[in-house]
């Protein structure tokens, strides 16, 4: 009997061990999976981004809604292509700081431009209030990603005709940019789902997708945090990142020099 339970035994060890490898490749195939999907449409579409604004019709052209359409569409493909850059990055554990010196509040500014249009749509005001007097050393590639999917949510749920208020301030040890907008907070039922890939939950909430989970783990790698709360009709997500000591990089203000591939292939129209 002993030797019949030892031998059960065994057989259930090696079927876990076989079980677990399986599971090792199949993490390993989605991160492979992640990258190359990411790096094969990330190239396409800088060039598209840099081609389509030479397109823009005259104002008042009766094919202007089309174009607003066809470039709204392609700011929005473009957002989850970098979703999906840093979802490569995150899996595979890739995940690099590079410091310089950056302005949240220009960061802010060219996060809006890729919801210019749907600002438009809903009449949404972004309005920034900042008590910064100088830079601060950051990865404006990180920051800029953690701002925009944060932004990105406020302007998906804010009410129309309301507004996004961003205020950044400023402590001994961190800064702090909360982003408030109006409307109805996560229908979760525990916080934690809200920053979860494709957690389940009532369709059309809060940090179902990739954005808000990306935004929490970057903070994480930055040594900072994201939080949110419901104030009434008020939803405000807070993000909280230590102040550097280290030396910048390079004197970068924005994003650009460091998320964006170049538009020098880009077809001159």
Sequence with gaps: ???????????????????????????????????????????????????????????????EDIFEFIHDEALLLNSRIQNLVAASEIESGRVDVTFALVNPKILIEEAAEGFKYKL????????????LEEKIVSDPKKLYLILKNVLANACDYGEANGVVHVIITKSDHSVTIAIKNQGQGPDVEYKAQVFTRFAPGTEGTHGLGLGLSIARELCVQML??????????????????????????????????????????????
Excluded at 36 to 63: K, V, Y
Excluded at 120 to 131: A, M, V
Excluded at 227 to 247: A, H, K, M, W
């Design 1 to 63: 009997m002993e030797t019949i339970e030892t031998e059960e035994v065994a057989f259930l060890s090696r079927k876990i061990l076989e079980l677990n490898k399986q599971l090792i490749e199949s993490e390993k195939a989605k991160s492979r999976f992640l990258s190359l999907i990411a790096s094969e449409l990330n190239n396409p579409m800088t060039a598209l981004l840099g081609m389509i604004p030479h397109l823009a019709p005259m104002s008042g052209d009766s094919r």
């Design 224 to 269: 900072g945090s994201i939080d949110y709360e419901v104030n009434g009709t008020t939803v405000i997500f807070t993000v909280t990142l230590p102040l550097q000591e280290s030396i910048a990089d390079s004197e970068a203000c924005g994003s650009n020099e460091f998320l964006f591939e170049s538009f020098d292939d880009a077809i001159e129209l």
């Design 120 to 131: 438009k749509r809903k009449n949404l005001k972004i309005i920034i209030e900042s008590t």
